[in-house]
């Protein structure tokens, strides 16, 4: 993890510092941007390996950059607030951040989290391609493809989905508690165990309509399988 390049998204130029201060001791690479429009530029030019994105940010705000983000890249987001309206936006994490702190925060647990988010994304990246009857996830590019009648049909997942998928297709007979789901493939809070639910639920729903019967089945008082063993 050491020479990671984080973009620090905020128009605060003391809280920046203090990110940047921080980061740097722990071995990353830092680049500094103050709004919305900045931030993509750098982005697209520079790659970095994780954003810290500050929600209140001038000309476009860190969920409009967040949603241009995730039309086109994967890179692992880490939301910034203070407002409490934001944090009913962020508490789903719908929208496809990794994770979010709340200001006034402690510099050193952002960079846990830092760490953290990375272990977990770069983890994912280290297989290459694992496969399950007709179902083949690639883990470098985030791509799930549906091998049916001879053609190779892209499934469209969202973030939060393909980690789910990818974690469990390494186990496919493995019975997972929604609570190790969560901590294995979304950010960590009891809040949102439920969400879970919601999906796995659009991942079967997708799989079905690509002819993929009987996967993710619940187990009452337990959690989810990927696929019953036979």
Not at 101 to 118: D, G, H, Y
Request: charged share 25%; with cysteine.
């Amino acid at each position: 993890m050491d020479n990671n390049l984080v973009l620090i998204v905020e128009d605060e130029p003391a809280i920046a510092r203090i990110l940047e201060g921080y980061l740097l001791r722990d071995g990353f690479r830092t680049v500094q941007a103050a709004d919305g429009e900045t931030a993509l530029q750098h982005h697209a030019l520079l790659k970095p390996d994780l954003v810290l994105l500050d929600v209140r940010i001038p000309k476009l705000d860190g969920l409009g950059v967040l949603a241009r983000l995730r039309q086109t890249s994967s890179t692992p987001v880490i939301m910034v607030t203070a407002l409490a309206d934001d944090l009913d936006r962020l508490s789903g994490l719908h929208l496809g951040a990794d994770d979010y702190v709340v200001k006034p925060f402690n510099p050193q647990e952002v960079v846990a989290r830092v760490k953290a988010v990375l272990r977990r994304t770069l983890g994912e990246r280290q297989d290459s391609v694992r496969r399950f009857r007709e179902i083949e996830v690639d883990f470098s590019s985030y791509s799930v493809v549906v091998n049916r009648d001879g053609q190779r049909i892209p499934l469209s997942l969202t973030l939060s989905e393909f980690r789910i998928l990818a974690h469990m297709i390494r186990h496919p007979h493995q019975a997972f508690a929604r609570a190790d789901i969560l901590d294995a493939c979304l950010p960590e809070s009891d809040a949102l165990v439920r969400t879970v639910d919601t999906h796995i639920s659009n991942l079967r729903r997708k799989l079905e309509e690509l002819g993929q019967i009987g996967f993710f089945p619940a187990l009452r008082g337990v959690g989810y399988r990927f696929f019953d063993p036979q």
